[in-house]
């Protein structure tokens, strides 16, 4: 059982794509000590979504269908239902007050 959970957004994963995001150097230098180290990785279905459109859109199809092949083995998905949907709107407008 792996002694920690990060959940990956999608300015996550863009960064660690395009080499032109001011994040790339950070996210590219930290993806390979999380995939040896007893972290299990976990984003949403709605990430995922999310992210190929972002993809798509930015970089084309090819870039968006190689991120999805190669990048989603590894990481864990979890499919947002109503439920879940509502509990992280709540969550995200709880943390909007602060």
Same mark, same amino acid.
């Given at each position: ?10 300015? %996550? ?50 870039? %968006?269908?190689? !991120? ?10 979890? !499919? ?19």
């Amino acid at each position: 059982m792996p002694l920690r959970r990060i959940y990956i957004d999608t300015s %996550a994963f863009y960064a660690l794509i395009d080499r032109s995001d001011k994040h790339h150097a950070t996210a590219k230098a930290l993806w390979p000590s999380l995939l040896t180290s007893d972290t299990a990785l976990f984003t949403s279905s709605d990430v995922v979504a999310e992210t190929m459109n972002l993809l798509q859109h930015r970089l084309g199809f090819e870039a %968006a269908s190689l !991120w999805h092949k190669a990048v989603l083995e590894i990481v864990e998905i979890q !499919w947002v239902d109503e439920t879940v949907h509502r509990l992280a709107h709540e969550l995200w407008m709880r943390l909007g007050r602060l």
